[in-house]
């Protein structure tokens, strides 16, 4: 079992960027595909972005426009989230969690993941 710690997340101008991060503990960081998540109040969780063990495959979802990127440095056991071009309905708690998955293969589904951060609250303001 992975533990995993958000960070990065706050409030935000619409147009502007945030970057966050995920730090996962334990040795097996890179046996493990990652995604980040996110749910707005009133909504279900939804895909943001998810990454191959090795970082080589990765996927956006299509809802967020090509305006998110998705990164991992396993040297440092951390995934990263960049956003760009930050609108009001972005506004979410945004989760990274970790999965078990074949090497050059990412995990879209929720349900597939094993572990889950806390979550980092991000706010854009109109």
């Known amino acids: 079992q992975v533990q995993l710690v958000e960070s990065g997340g706050g409030l935000v101008q619409a147009g502007g960027s945030l970057r966050l991060s995920c730090a996962v503990s334990g040795r097996t960081f890179s046996t493990y595909a990652m995604g980040w998540f996110r749910q707005a109040p009133g909504k279900e969780r939804e895909v943001v972005a998810a990454?191959?063990?090795?970082?080589?495959?990765?996927y956006s979802a299509d809802s967020m426009e090509g305006r998110f990127t998705i990164s991992r440095d396993n040297a440092k056991n951390t995934v990263y989230l960049q956003m760009n071009s930050l609108k009001p309905e972005d506004t979410a708690v945004y989760y990274c969690a970790a999965g078990i998955a074949p090497a050059g293969e990412v995990i879209r589904a929720a349900a597939a993941y094993r572990s889950w951060g806390q979550g980092t609250q991000v706010t854009v303001s109109s």
């Open positions: 990454i191959s063990r090795s970082g080589g495959i990765t």
